[in-house]
């Protein structure tokens, strides 16, 4: 369980939010939303110890403050939204940094170590690119090796930071759908921001909505998502739609008609 109290944060002494407490449940999959410039990165990178604010973080009853580096790493994974790439380094060699927390004084990686290696290569589909040079790769296949790599450390707790922004419309779905099927089978906790509000409700258990310098919404997607409250955090004009399955899909409509339009009508 991860519990967030009285976080607050500031960037070039601007105030980024002040005062945000939240509970997450282990085996929960909370996503925070919100627009740009509202502090989601942020706030996630305190959540994993990795900022210098006032407040507090705990997991399972302990401050992350008092739990070692290498403890921490195997129990939390994070992976930014713009991760550092080492140039020269193989694919496999990159997701075998992921066991770094586990290895030896000697630090050499054993036969489990490369067994967990090839089974994220294969889990994220990134197999035919284990000898790569990780610098070579495309956005959309970084973005999943470096995710394989978080998995590696075989983590309880899993924050990422848009953890589909580089990929398709096929690779999304494919890299949520193996989050959320790791969730369920291994009772990860998992914590992600996203600009895709439709993504975002067919995943997540919970939403909480941070601008203004706070958390201003919290609950199920069905909650939170709302025509209204998109249109007063996010200036868009949407749609929400409630399919069968009880998942929530936000579609953008357009608000002006062009002079092509208009004369369609003539």
Do not use: C
Request: zero cysteines; charged letters at 20%.
């Amino acid at each position: 369980m991860i519990v967030v109290r009285n976080l607050s944060a500031t960037y070039d002494d601007h105030l980024v939010y002040s005062d945000v407490s939240m509970t997450v449940m282990a085996g929960e999959w909370v996503v925070i939303i919100g627009p740009n410039g509202a502090g989601k990165s942020t706030l996630l990178r305190s959540i994993a110890g990795l900022t210098d604010m006032p407040g507090s973080v705990s997991i399972d009853g302990r401050s992350i403050n008092e739990i070692s580096a290498r403890k921490r790493a195997q129990k939390v994974a994070f992976v930014p939204q713009t991760p550092l790439l080492p140039p020269g380094m193989t694919v496999t060699d990159y997701i075998l940094l992921g066991r770094t927390p586990y290895l030896s004084l000697l630090g050499t990686e054993t036969k489990n170590d490369l067994r967990i290696a090839s089974e994220m290569l294969g889990l994220l589909a990134v197999g035919d690119l284990a000898r790569r040079d990780i610098s070579t790769l495309s956005g959309g296949e970084a973005q999943r090796v470096v995710l394989a790599r978080a998995l590696a450390q075989e983590p309880q707790i899993l924050l990422l930071d848009e953890p589909t922004s580089a990929l398709d419309l096929g690779r999304q779905q494919e890299t949520m759908q193996v989050i959320d099927d790791l969730r369920l089978d291994r009772n990860l906790t998992v914590v992600t921001t996203m600009h895709d509000l439709t993504l975002a409700g067919q995943f997540a258990d919970r939403l909480l909505l941070l601008n203004g310098g706070g958390i201003l919404a919290e609950g199920t997607p069905d909650e939170v998502l709302t025509s209204e409250t998109i249109s007063k955090h996010y200036g868009a004009n949407v749609r929400v739609i409630r399919d069968s399955d009880g998942g929530v899909i936000v579609v953008p409509i357009r608000t002006q008609k062009t002079m092509r339009d208009m004369n369609r009508v003539l």
